[in-house]
Structure formats: structure tokens, C-alpha cells
């Protein structure tokens, strides 16, 4: 069965770079989330968007912004980078918003970003 | 604000035993409690969900339940493989957080053969 799909999977960036994660749901899934594990921490939610609209905000810095696209795939993109960033960055879907639906949370494989 | 808890942080078993991993929340007010395994640098796989009006659920080998009055959640893993060795999630899905899950620490779960 097809799963989130995120792409890079793996970025290095220096600091005060820019980085554009990229998340592609499961099929006919329309709510997205982002969330952001630092080592050795439990996943924090960053933002989620359902239909195309953001439906949910975290504790994204206002240097990360978001969107969800007509397709349904999401871009997270990070400006200003700072070594604290360094971090995997996990994508989920769910078919319609979880906290309505009931529905199961699957994750993709996540984007390691490391910034040096 | 939700909090999570796992206990213990890591566990080391032989194959073959039966354990249980604890999560503890301590607002009952959730709408569901999804359990997730995590291998070493790569991404969450959900093993079960469980809704607020539900027990239990269970997949395989893994027994999970659901204790609201107490805030309580278990996984139940019955006879242990060296292919269970991951971390064990818990995340607990608010009735008042829109659809941001709060993640305990997980459990570091080592099955030696």
C-alpha cells in the first residue's frame, strides 16, 4: 500500500540557509501534518492543513512556513537556519482531520535535516 | 497542558517473554490514544489506534488498552521477537488540541535472542 512519501530524505544546509521539505500524503488522504523530533526528543507538532487550508499551528517558528497544495502535497519550507534546527522532520496524513474522523495518523520516513 | 508519560524509558527482555509498556496522559479528555514503533533513524509506524469509547484493541501480537478514568494506556506484546526491538510510542489526540498529537518519550524497547 502506498505510504507518505517525503523527499529529500536526507539535506545539509548551512546556517541562515533556506530548505524546502517536501511531503506527498497517501492517496485520497486530505489532511496533512508537519512535526519536528530533535535528537534524543519525542515528535513536537509544528502545523497541519486540511483541505488545502491550515487547520491547526504548533510550535512552528515564524521562520518555517507552510502549505498545502491543490494535489494535496505539502511544502515546509525553513528560512534562516540555525544549528538548533537540526532535527528530522516527519510528514503525516490521515483522511480527513484525525480529531473529527477518528482517523488513523500514518507517518512518512521523515527528512533529516542537519545544518552546519 | 496534555502531558505524556512512558514508563520505563527502556527495557531489555529475553525472546520469548510477555511484556507491557505503560503511557500514562493526564487529561482524560482525549478522542483517541495511537500507539507507534520507531526504529533506529527512520519514521513512525502506527500499530494501533484506539478510540476514546473503546477498550482495546489488538493486532497480532500486540494488545493495546485504554483506561480513561484513569489515564492510563498499556501495550501488551506477547511472546517478544529480537525483531521487536525498536521505540515504542504512545501519542494521545485531544479533544481540545484540533488535531496536534502529544507524544510521550517513548520506550526503548531491547528483545535479545
Known amino acids: 500500500a502506498a505510504g507518505v512519501i517525503q523527499s529529500p530524505r536526507h539535506l545539509i544546509k548551512e546556517k541562515r540557509e533556506t530548505a524546502t521539505l517536501k511531503c506527498y500524503p497517501i492517496?485520497?488522504?486530505?489532511?496533512v501534518y508537519w512535526y519536528q523530533q530533535g535528537p534524543g526528543q519525542d515528535p513536537q507538532f509544528l502545523i497541519s492543513f486540511y483541505e488545502k487550508m491550515q487547520s491547526d499551528k504548533g510550535s512552528i517558528p515564524d521562520r518555517f512556513s507552510a502549505q498545502q497544495f491543490s494535489d494535496y502535497h505539502s511544502e515546509l519550507n525553513m528560512s534562516s537556519l540555525e544549528l538548533g534546527d537540526s532535527a528530522l522532520y516527519f510528514c503525516?496524513?490521515?483522511?480527513?482531520?484525525?480529531?473529527?474522523?477518528?482517523?488513523?495518523?500514518?507517518f512518512g520516513e521523515g527528512s533529516w535535516l542537519t545544518v552546519v | 497542558k496534555q502531558e505524556v508519560t512512558q514508563i520505563p524509558a527502556a527495557l531489555s527482555v529475553p525472546e520469548g517473554e510477555n511484556l507491557v509498556l505503560n503511557c500514562s496522559f493526564t487529561?482524560?479528555?482525549?478522542?483517541?490514544l495511537q500507539w507507534f514503533r520507531q526504529d533506529p533513524g527512520k519514521g513512525l509506524t502506527s500499530l494501533l489506534l484506539i478510540q476514546s469509547s473503546q477498550r482495546e484493541q489488538t493486532s497480532g501480537r500486540l494488545n493495546a488498552s485504554l483506561d480513561k478514568s484513569s489515564g492510563r494506556s498499556t501495550l501488551y506484546i506477547a511472546a517478544s521477537q529480537p525483531g521487536d526491538s525498536a521505540t515504542y510510542l504512545c501519542a494521545a489526540l485531544l479533544n481540545n488540541a484540533g488535531n496536534m498529537l502529544t507524544f510521550g518519550g517513548g520506550t526503548r524497547l531491547m528483545v535479545k535472542p
Open positions: 487529561d482524560s479528555a482525549i478522542y483517541n
Open positions: 503525516a496524513s490521515s483522511k480527513a482531520g484525525a480529531a473529527f474522523s477518528g482517523n488513523t495518523i500514518y
Open positions: 492517496p485520497r488522504h486530505d489532511t
